[in-house]
């Protein structure tokens, strides 16, 4: 069973590669260990190395140090550094000592040297070392309020960043680290109109103060939305609650851009369409092809307005 901390760390890790924008694939591509290991970090299943999340940070242009003091406190209670220090043991009751002799004045010679005072154990300073990386962890949180992985951070083990947002949410480009201080505006958008045609929605920072043109559940229980960037001059589809092989289609003005759901790991998450430009007056038309034979096409129109 994982822990809590292992929990938080995995929904923090996926949180980071949806921002990256990368696949499993991509990642064995961009960094020192391959698309199955990530698989199995992604998942839970096994701790990632200190290493890999620094990576990991690095491609999604995340702060590497609140994620590696997360790291430290779940890979501290896997290795059982965080054990409970056990209660003292009370001592046992000394057998009735006989009446003892007439005690000489002064001590006597062979009397033994008093002891020493015993040192603190492994587990008491573990435990100590556990509530200071519990103190960083707090600190750090404190510091990056606001921040996307902060909102991971606090995630309950049993709930992934996905559920926290919501399917209304509009800050999807906070991932890519760009954020805003106190009386500042949002961050602008690395693109406008053509040239964001086929980009990521979230690497380009085009998920902010956008509309919702189309939001539907299908017939398999998929759900899915049409955004539109009035910034941009792009929209795009996304779906979730997804199957493996679940597929969206968006077309506007002649052009279609689609997504696939490929493994396990993406039918657990939002899945976005690549953008297309388009402008008040377009009209975008949303297709969800889902997998296997059983079930048809579902398609849906809007006009940008």
């Known amino acids: 069973m994982r822990s809590p901390e292992r929990a938080r760390l995995t929904a923090t890790l996926r949180s980071l590669k949806e921002h990256a924008g990368l696949s499993l694939t991509g990642l064995g591509e961009h960094t020192s260990f391959s698309k199955s290991s990530w698989g199995r970090y992604l998942k839970g299943e096994t701790l990632p190395p200190r ?27 896997s290795s059982g550094r965080t054990a409970r220090v056990p209660p003292p043991a009370r001592p046992e009751t000394a057998p009735e000592a006989e009446p003892a002799k007439e005690p000489a004045e002064g001590p006597t010679p062979g009397d033994p040297a008093p002891p020493r005072p015993t040192p603190p154990t492994a587990a008491a300073t573990a435990h100590r070392r556990s509530w200071r990386v519990t103190v960083v962890i707090v600190a750090v949180l404190a510091v990056t309020a606001g921040g996307v992985t902060a909102a991971a951070l606090l995630l309950p083990p049993d709930r992934t960043p996905d559920d926290s947002r919501g399917p209304a949410t509009t800050t999807a480009g906070a991932g890519t680290g760009a954020t805003t201080g106190p009386g500042t505006g949002p961050p602008s958008p690395r693109c406008q ?5 086929g980009r990521d929605p979230l690497n380009m920072l085009c998920g902010i103060g956008l509309d919702t043109l189309i939001e539907r559940r299908t017939a398999s229980g998929a759900r899915l939305q049409v955004r539109y960037s009035a910034t941009c001059g792009t929209s795009w589809g ?12 968006l077309t506007a003005a002649g052009s279609t851009r689609s997504a696939e759901i490929t493994d396990a790991l993406d039918a657990t998450a939002y899945i976005y369409t690549p953008m297309t430009r388009t402008a008040p007056g377009t009209l975008v038309r949303a297709c969800f092809r889902p997998s296997g034979q059983t079930r048809r096409e579902e398609c849906f129109e809007a006009t940008v307005r």
């Open 51 to 77: 290493e890999a999340v620094r990576e990991l940070c690095r491609l999604a242009g995340e702060p590497e140090g609140r994620c590696l003091a997360l790291w430290e406190l779940a890979e501290s209670e």
């Open 193 to 197: 109109g053509g040239a964001c045609e």
């Open 238 to 249: 996304r779906i979730w609650n997804t199957r493996v092989g679940d597929r969206v289609e």
